[in-house]
């Protein structure tokens, strides 16, 4: 091997290494008054869903999971509110359905804090025996989190296989603003460019190693972002199914 190469051969490990960890969509968050109807809805357009349960606080859950680890969880409120986390979802719930957060994943928490050391962006950390979770203490970027893993979830192959041969999440349209853009970029995560929907309007997309975020401007100011759109498609082809909330 010439030196040349070896130089070459050198570089791309040291970039590798410094970036093997990289940001991802984990997945998103969806509520529902309707349950029931809204799973049988999207059985209707080809997916399967994985059934949750209802939980001790009352909300009840169900998931549409993919190959690449990309999913989608539905959520409803069953009965009143008992503790902060169902709390929060009867709140948002008031104010309308559709999709309320995007969850991130592949830093740990400690990478994600050597990040943003030297930002002025504000977040709380959240630990448990599964996971710890990483929240923004800010109005822009309320509808973001990150998620770390602990275990691994291990579901049956029948659950990622969907009668509409979808296989991932392709781009999921947010509400945001600056603020989220300048986040975006201090993870690592890549403008590529713009695209555009008739009925969502103009977005930036960045891009993550397992789907696309697209950021458009707020449409209620005065109301907490939200998660606008998702779309699905396979591992190598552009979106098939667009949901718009």
Do not use: C
Request: aromatic letters at 12%; glycine letters at 6%.
């Amino acid at each position: 091997m010439k030196p040349r190469n070896i130089s070459i051969v050198i570089f791309f490990l040291f970039f590798h290494s410094l970036y093997s960890q990289e940001v991802r969509i984990d997945h998103v968050i969806a509520v529902y008054n309707d349950l029931e109807n809204v799973v049988k809805n999207y059985e209707d357009l080809g997916f399967t869903l994985k059934q949750g349960y209802k939980h001790k606080n009352g909300l009840i859950n169900a998931h549409i999971k993919f190959k690449n680890g990309t999913s989608v969880e539905l959520i409803s409120v069953s009965e009143n509110p008992i503790d902060k986390i169902s709390k929060t979802y009867a709140s948002l719930l008031k104010n309308g359905e559709g999709g309320v957060f995007i969850a991130l994943s592949g830093l740990s928490v400690d990478e994600l804090k050597e990040k943003l050391k030297d930002t002025d962006i504000k977040y709380s950390i959240e630990r448990n025996q599964s996971w710890d979770y990483v929240t923004f203490n800010d109005s822009n970027l309320e509808h973001l989190f990150f998620i770390s893993y602990k275990i691994q979830i291990n579901d049956s192959q029948k659950m990622l296989i969907h009668k509409n041969d979808l296989e991932k999440i392709g781009n999921v349209w947010i509400e945001g603003n600056d603020k989220v853009k300048y986040l975006f970029k201090i993870l690592g995560m890549e403008s590529v460019g713009f695209i555009s929907d008739n009925e969502i309007g103009k977005g930036e997309k960045f891009k993550t190693s397992s789907g696309d975020i697209v950021i458009i401007p707020f449409q209620k100011p005065n109301l907490r972002p939200r998660v606008k759109a998702i779309s699905f498609s396979k591992l190598e082809s552009k979106e098939n199914i667009l949901i718009r909330f």
